[in-house]
């Protein structure tokens, strides 16, 4: 007699990144790992059409995805982590990103330094993912912080903006 494996829907229902059941964390990596892979076909890139593309494409999901963080989830860590140093970090580091952003979209790939300012970019974002991943994260997971709620904060700000 064959035996039927074993199908979990708890496992499923996990998953980073599925609709309705991510939590803040797994919502914001979901966003780091999409700019992470659009970076990367960016760096591949040969026309300027294509990078002109992906340079929208990466400038729109990062405007947004910074906009959820310091709306909702900065706020939110603010009031359960003592080490404000993480959050001021993520400040300024999201004020650089926001600069350059504003260079590539007033530019285009014609333009001087529009490749180099697109790459720095690319590794700002590096940098400020592996500090939230590494570093902030592991903190908020350990604290009383409702992330499930956060998550779907996170979601319902992130479809509004991107409407």
């Not at 040969?46 to 593309?53: F, G, I, L, V």
């Not at 970090?89 to 697109?118: C, F, M, N, Y």
Request: proline share 2%; with cysteine; aromatic share 4%.
């Amino acid at each position: 007699m064959a035996t039927r494996k074993k199908t979990s829907k708890r496992k499923s229902a996990k998953r980073p990144g599925t609709a309705r059941s991510a939590d803040a964390l797994a919502l914001l990596r979901t966003d780091h790992t999409k700019v992470q892979d659009l970076f990367s076909q960016f760096e591949k890139a040969r026309s300027d059409d294509r990078k002109r593309t992906l340079a929208e494409q990466i400038c729109a999901e990062l405007t947004v995805h910074a906009t959820i963080e310091e709306e909702i989830f900065y706020p939110a860590v603010r009031e359960v982590l003592a080490e404000e140093d993480l959050l001021d970090e993520a400040a300024v580091e999201h004020a650089s990103a926001k600069e350059l952003i504003s260079q590539i979209q007033g530019g285009s790939p014609d333009d001087d330094k529009w490749d180099a300012k697109v790459t720095v970019l690319g590794e700002y974002i590096k940098h400020h993912v592996k500090e939230e991943q590494n570093e902030m994260f592991p903190k908020v997971r350990k604290t009383k912080l409702d992330l499930r709620l956060i998550g779907d904060q996170l979601r319902a700000r992130k479809q509004q903006l991107q409407a």
